[in-house]
């Protein structure tokens, strides 16, 4: 707001654009619509600076993120003919199982990021729901689980590792994935001119980080591939600690995207 106000009583070599997006929190939603605009405009940013809570470093990557949610199809019958029947929530602690052995992986022998507070690729199980009733073999159960990536990593190969590790007996029923939603890695380089141009705004001893939170940042790397610009794509910078609590900012040098 500060730069709108100020942009106002200059004479611009190019235009300030403020752009609104919505609904990050969920899986940045807004911004994919405001992505498709950019891509046809006229006049596109050259870079992008994202107000998150990073105390006025400058931050130039983020993890992607995968959601998805698997549903374990067993067989309902009476718990005390439970060996009959096919139990949905041991179906689920099977791919669980199957997670837990993949993320050992990843941790010990995947692609390897220091910048991050978790320097590897995650996987997390978030809400799991099954079962009716104590005395009947559960026929169905859910859960909703993500994977986080670095930049080498890709989650659709992850998620079949996953498979894998929980198919190798040939025993229990792989569960049905559905893709709940998904958005890309922010990975800037420190040597780019987005990153040059933030350092010359900012004091000299300003840190370079990584953060721990997704963004919307990700997307807008389709803007640049599509304008072939040496700026880059996005890098983040925020005023404060506090999460965000203003929508948006932006301009040709400044456009405000979110975590998640």
């Given at each position: 707001v500060v730069a709108m106000l100020d942009a106002s009583t200059r004479t611009l070599e190019k235009p300030l654009q403020l752009?609104?997006?919505?609904?990050?929190?969920?899986?940045?939603?807004?911004?994919r619509r405001l992505i498709d605009v950019l891509e046809t405009a006229p006049v596109r940013p050259e870079l992008c600076v994202v107000g998150e809570p990073t105390m006025m470093q400058i931050a130039t990557g983020h993890k992607g993120k995968a959601a998805y949610r698997a549903v374990c199809c067993g067989e309902e019958g009476h718990s005390a003919l439970a060996p009959r029947y096919r139990n949905a929530i041991h179906v689920a602690t099977d791919w669980i199982a199957a997670m837990r052995a993949a993320q050992q992986q990843l941790a010990q022998h995947g692609a390897y990021d220091d910048g991050y507070d978790v320097p590897y690729s995650t996987i997390h199980v978030g809400t799991i729901h099954g079962g009716k009733a104590l005395n009947i073999v559960p026929n169905e159960c859910m859960l909703d689980f993500e994977i986080r990536t670095l930049a080498n990593d890709r989650a659709d190969a992850i998620l079949d590792d996953i498979r894998a590790r929980a198919a190798h007996d040939g025993h229990t029923p792989l569960p049905d994935i559905e893709d709940v939603n998904a958005y890309p890695g922010l990975d800037t380089h420190v040597a780019s001119d987005a990153v040059r141009f933030l350092e010359a705004l900012l004091p000299p001893d300003t840190r370079k980080r990584k953060v721990a939170f997704g963004t919307e940042a990700g997307f807008f790397r389709r803007v640049w591939r599509c304008r072939r610009s040496s700026a880059g794509p996005a890098?983040?910078?925020?005023?404060?600690?506090?999460?965000?609590?203003?929508?948006s900012r932006s301009s040709t040098r400044a456009m405000r995207f979110s975590r998640g």
């Open positions: 752009a609104l997006s919505y609904d990050e929190e969920i899986g940045c939603v807004g911004v890098t983040s910078r925020s005023r404060t600690s506090r999460t965000n609590t203003s929508r």
